[in-house]
């Protein structure tokens, strides 16, 4: 059982609160801190989707009144990501969260078959991150940074900045908001000004998901309230039929391109099978949480106003008001021409290069369709054996020169861990494989334990103050390194480095 549970901060992530704990206590093992916190030692773990949390609530102290309850709705990403999912299907997200399932969720909620991607790192507010050391001594992890398409903090109208910490992982360590993967350094933004109209409105919406404070729609209901809305706009006919055509054309003249590559949602207007077109539909496909959010904006309605409206009347079916671009001759020959053109492709990837068009002779020309197609499947290429002595040798130069790199790195000094060693190189989680025994071998023994690393980001701070003619203080040097300016123990471990340095 836990002894202590440190105190946990409005909208900070549960991984947020855990990785304080662990620090708190000096634990270097993920094993031992998992059995501490979980009461086993193996297990998948997510920064957005923790599971399990009902075996985390009997593990804390015995003063603890916090519930499961609470930890999903109000320190998870469960709130965003389930806000426009049927009831059936968040309460079983729920209940997977709260007991466990052994498998991801992120798969659940669309993470890996969908177009919208989350971050793959932690992202921060420098000026939060300032505010909470000088207030708090500490800074943590905010939900609401970590949603798609926050560009900004709302507080300070600051750009949010990635870190170095992996967000995705189904195995991730635990890693602070500290000065090891944060700095103060306010980076410039260079948004016009209607994409950052458009954000702070992205961003309200969003704290209204996050809050939780609504009740479930299902899916026939939103696309009756989105084509409602259409209506009013005069997108849609009085029985519900849609224009498409208007539609995509005034939501493009709505949303800049620029914003809605930002936000992952380029919408070609060319293709009739484009996102917007097919988001109108009353479909099983997953649809983001961003992009309902895009939509709603466009139509004029908060996200408070789309959840407290009562009901809508909807449409019967849908039309495209359009002539088709092709007869059925034109489109057998350019389907023949993509498969003359792209000899030895199987069916998969000749879809991939004629989408739309794959898809309309499919539906409608199906027996042509199979007496023209080749079934050809592309052919494995026998993987070639791997000499594992000199794979072991390049990685390890590889692994010396990242090392060197980030040492001699101009600015604030980064610490030398797996992770940056990973990140320098711009590769993964492959550095680990057991057979590159030298390569994990340098890789242990470079790897700054938090004391060393602390004291060469002093030194930095020291001569940097120098250079720039500044009487150098112990606080001083606190606050350019990025320690704040009311710790203690810095304090006391930078006294030390002046002696160090005055003694040499």
């Known amino acids: 059982m836990m002894n202590v549970l440190p105190q946990i901060y409005s909208d900070e992530l549960l991984y947020s609160v855990l990785a304080r704990y662990k620090h708190m206590c000096g634990m270097q093992s993920r094993r031992a801190f998992l059995k501490d916190v979980y009461g086993q030692s193996k297990m998948l773990t997510s920064i957005f989707f923790p599971q399990y949390l009902e075996r985390f609530r009997q593990n804390l102290p015995p003063y603890s009144k916090i519930t499961v309850d609470e930890l999903i709705w109000n320190h998870t990403m469960f709130p965003f990501y389930t806000a426009f999912l049927s009831k059936e299907r968040s309460d079983s997200i729920h209940r997977m969260m709260e007991n466990g399932c052994g498998k991801s969720i992120e798969n659940l909620v669309g993470f890996s078959g969908g177009k919208v991607k989350s971050y793959n790192r932690l992202r921060y507010c420098p000026r939060c991150y300032s505010e909470d050391i000088d207030e708090l001594g500490e800074s943590?992890?905010?939900?609401?940074?970590?949603?798609?398409?926050?560009?900004?903090?709302?507080?300070?109208?600051?750009?949010?900045?990635?870190?170095?910490?992996?967000?995705?992982?189904?195995?991730?360590?635990?890693?602070?908001a500290d000065g090891d993967v944060c700095n103060a350094d306010v980076e410039d933004d260079t948004y016009d000004e209607r994409i950052v109209e458009l954000s702070r409105a992205y961003i309200k919406n969003t704290i209204f998901l996050m809050d939780g404070d609504y009740k479930k729609k299902e899916l026939p209901d939103i696309v009756d309230f989105y084509v409602d809305r259409l209506r009013e706009k005069g997108l849609a006919s009085a029985n519900g039929f849609i224009y498409m055509n208007d539609f995509v054309h005034q939501f493009l003249q709505f949303y800049p391109s620029h914003y809605l590559s930002l936000m992952q949602s380029n919408v070609d207007d060319s293709q009739q099978a484009n996102w917007l077109r097919l988001f109108v539909r009353n479909n099983a496909k997953n649809r983001s949480p961003l992009r309902h959010l895009l939509v709603l904006q466009f139509l004029g309605v908060s996200a408070q106003e789309f959840f407290h409206e009562r009901s809508a009347t909807g449409k019967f079916t849908a039309r495209v008001n359009h002539s088709p671009s092709f007869n059925?001759?034109?489109?057998?020959?350019?389907?023949?021409?993509?498969?003359?053109?792209?000899?030895?492709?199987?069916?998969?990837?000749?879809?991939?290069?004629?989408?739309?068009?794959?898809?309309?002779?499919?539906?409608?020309?199906?027996?042509?369709?199979?007496?023209?197609?080749?079934?050809?499947?592309?052919?494995?290429?026998?993987?070639?054996?791997?000499?594992?002595?000199?794979?072991?040798?390049?990685?390890?130069?590889?692994?010396?020169?990242?090392?060197?790199?980030?040492?001699?790195?101009?600015?604030?000094?980064?610490?030398?861990?797996?992770?940056?060693?990973?990140?320098?190189?711009?590769?993964?989680?492959?550095?680990?494989?057991?057979k590159l025994v030298r390569t994990r071998q340098f890789i242990k023994e470079a790897t700054e334990d938090i004391n060393s690393y602390r004291i060469r980001k002093i030194r930095w701070a020291i001569r940097e103050l120098e250079r720039d003619g500044v009487n150098v203080t112990v606080y001083k040097v606190q606050l350019h390194a990025g320690f704040g300016g009311n710790n203690k123990e810095m304090s006391k471990l930078i006294e030390r480095v002046f002696h160090d340095e005055v003694t040499l």
């Open 140 to 176: 943590f992890w905010r939900r609401l940074h970590q949603v798609p398409g926050v560009l900004y903090c709302l507080k300070h109208g600051t750009s949010l900045k990635s870190t170095i910490v992996p967000s995705t992982e189904r195995y991730a360590d635990y890693w602070c």
């Open 328 to 434: 059925l001759e034109e489109r057998r020959n350019a389907w023949l021409k993509i498969i003359e053109t792209n000899p030895g492709l199987n069916r998969s990837q000749l879809k991939e290069i004629g989408k739309g068009l794959h898809t309309w002779i499919y539906k409608h020309d199906t027996e042509w369709y199979e007496q023209v197609t080749p079934r050809v499947g592309a052919r494995k290429k026998r993987t070639p054996v791997i000499d594992w002595a000199k794979r072991d040798e390049e990685c390890l130069a590889l692994v010396k020169q990242a090392v060197e790199s980030i040492l001699s790195r101009v600015g604030k000094p980064v610490r030398v861990l797996p992770a940056t060693i990973r990140q320098e190189i711009g590769v993964r989680r492959w550095l680990d494989n057991r």
